[in-house]
């Protein structure tokens, strides 16, 4: 399987076990998801990579990190874990800081198994600066793969974990800077688009010039955390994104156009509708509101709806944008009958889920094209 398919099933597995025992205590969240995820970024938590209880000298005391993770005898990366019924703090986060401050280490996870959090060291500082590269809870944990990608023992072996670090804060700083300059940028726009067509529609073009930018905002922070590490997405491919997103058709070159997504749902071996696109969440939002005008999809399903095993805090169609445990969807498409659907997933998830929803009714969903 690929690392994001592992991811999937991890946050899977991870999922089913918290809701299980929401009050999972420290040692048993180390055990059953922290561990696991240390193996899974190729970590072996028996071998003599991994040292458990690390001690780190602090003044005239010694403390412990939870694992030290070592390539030739020496800590490139910390892992401070808590227990799931423990809230994460920022005293939490500066521990583990200090920690990789006091060794010289570049790279730090923290997790209570619903939240992570991956550190880095700031070189480009000249004095010690740990700073955050993602944060995220477990049900967005395939959306930031590339995030924990860094802190595989491949990728920090390799190097590629500094390029993907790289490649995540210059987009992080691309929409700081659209956020911080939203509102001249969407007075620019509005002057130049009256000086065309006059002044009686410049509160309209003003603001859909600034939902311009809060889509591409959108676009480019999605990007930051799906990223890897060969390319970079420039703000033009990331406007082409964003205006595909809105209007629902591509504004690429054609030159440029790629493949669509095609999805099609059949009974009893005879096609009933077909959808294609060019953007994922278009395609799978449009299959599943067909589901629910035409074959009444929520009369048939309890909301809020998970999938997989059923047993996750992630849900995938709801009667309001959030999850189970009252987190809100990253992203999400509203749809008919008042129901919305959860998006933030990976195009594995996409063909697994999808596919239990059509079966729901009795159809069956199959996947072409570009996926």
Same mark, same amino acid.
């Given at each position: 399987?690929?690392?994001?398919?592992?991811?999937?099933?991890?946050?899977?597995?991870?999922?089913?076990?918290?809701?299980?025992?929401?009050?999972?205590?420290?040692?048993?969240?180390?055990?059953?998801?922290?561990?696991?995820?240390?193996?899974?970024?190729?970590?072996?938590?028996?071998?003599?990579?991994?040292?458990?209880?690390?001690?780190?000298?602090?003044?005239?005391?010694?403390?412990?990190?939870?694992?030290?993770?070592?390539?030739?005898?020496?800590?490139?990366?910390?892992?401070?874990?808590?227990?799931?019924?423990?809230?994460?703090?920022?005293?939490?986060?500066?521990?583990?800081?200090?920690?990789?401050?006091?060794?010289?280490?570049?790279?730090?996870?923290?997790?209570?198994?619903?939240?992570?959090?991956?550190?880095?060291?700031?070189?480009?500082?000249?004095?010690?600066?740990?700073?955050?590269?993602?944060?995220?809870?477990?049900?967005?944990?395939?959306?930031?793969?590339?995030?924990?990608?860094?802190?595989?023992?491949?990728?920090?072996?390799?190097?590629?974990?500094?390029?993907?670090?790289?490649?995540?804060?210059?987009?992080?700083?691309?929409?700081?800077?659209?956020?911080?300059?939203?509102?001249?940028?969407?007075?620019?726009?509005?002057?130049?688009?009256?000086?065309?067509?006059?002044?009686?529609?410049?509160?309209?073009?003003?603001?859909?010039?600034?939902?311009?930018?809060?889509?591409?905002?959108?676009?480019?922070?999605?990007?930051?955390?799906?990223?890897?590490?060969?390319?970079?997405?420039?703000?033009?491919?990331?406007?082409?994104?964003?205006?595909?997103?809105?209007?629902?058709?591509?504004?690429?070159? =054609?030159?440029?156009? +790629?493949?669509? %997504? @095609?999805? &099609? /749902?059949?009974?009893?071996?005879?096609?009933?509708? $077909?959808? #294609? !696109?060019?953007?994922?969440?278009?395609?799978?939002?449009?299959?599943?509101?067909?589901?629910?005008?035409?074959?009444?999809?929520?009369?048939?399903?309890?909301?809020?709806?998970?999938?997989?095993?059923?047993?996750?805090?992630?849900?995938?169609?709801?009667?309001?944008?959030?999850?189970?445990?009252?987190?809100?969807?990253?992203?999400?498409?509203?749809?008919?009958?008042?129901?919305?659907?959860?998006?933030?997933? =990976?195009?594995?998830? +996409?063909?697994? %889920? @999808?596919? &239990? /929803?059509?079966?729901?009714?009795?159809?069956?969903? $199959?996947? #072409? !094209?570009?996926?």
């Amino acid at each position: 399987m690929t690392f994001q398919e592992d991811l999937a099933e991890y946050a899977e597995r991870s999922s089913a076990l918290i809701d299980g025992s929401p009050q999972m205590d420290e040692q048993n969240t180390k055990r059953k998801i922290i561990e696991p995820l240390i193996d899974l970024l190729g970590w072996e938590i028996l071998s003599s990579d991994v040292e458990l209880e690390y001690s780190v000298q602090m003044g005239s005391g010694t403390k412990k990190v939870d694992y030290g993770l070592k390539l030739e005898s020496a800590p490139v990366v910390f892992v401070e874990a808590k227990g799931c019924d423990t809230t994460i703090t920022e005293s939490h986060k500066n521990q583990l800081k200090s920690y990789m401050r006091q060794v010289g280490v570049d790279w730090g996870l923290l997790s209570n198994g619903r939240e992570f959090e991956v550190f880095r060291r700031d070189h480009s500082s000249t004095r010690p600066n740990e700073i955050s590269l993602a944060k995220f809870p477990l049900q967005e944990i395939e959306a930031n793969k590339h995030a924990l990608k860094a802190l595989s023992k491949e990728s920090i072996n390799t190097g590629e974990s500094q390029q993907i670090a790289q490649k995540i804060e210059s987009v992080k700083k691309a929409t700081d800077r659209l956020q911080e300059n939203k509102e001249n940028i969407a007075e620019e726009i509005t002057g130049v688009v009256t000086e065309v067509i006059g002044e009686s529609v410049s509160q309209r073009v003003e603001d859909e010039a600034k939902s311009f930018v809060d889509e591409l905002v959108s676009v480019l922070d999605d990007q930051a955390h799906r990223i890897n590490a060969e390319s970079t997405p420039s703000v033009a491919e990331s406007t082409n994104q964003s205006k595909t997103d809105t209007k629902g058709t591509s504004c690429m070159d =054609s030159s440029d156009e +790629k493949d669509d %997504y @095609i999805i &099609q /749902l059949s009974q009893n071996d005879t096609v009933i509708y $077909e959808h #294609s !696109g060019q953007v994922q969440s278009e395609v799978i939002a449009e299959v599943v509101d067909f589901l629910i005008q035409q074959k009444d999809l929520l009369e048939e399903i309890k909301l809020p709806y998970v999938a997989g095993t059923g047993r996750g805090t992630q849900a995938l169609v709801n009667t309001e944008p959030v999850h189970t445990d009252g987190s809100e969807m990253r992203t999400y498409k509203e749809l008919s009958d008042g129901a919305y659907l959860h998006t933030t997933l =990976s195009a594995n998830s +996409k063909m697994r %889920y @999808i596919p &239990q /929803l059509a079966e729901e009714i009795g159809l069956k969903c $199959e996947f #072409s !094209g570009d996926w």
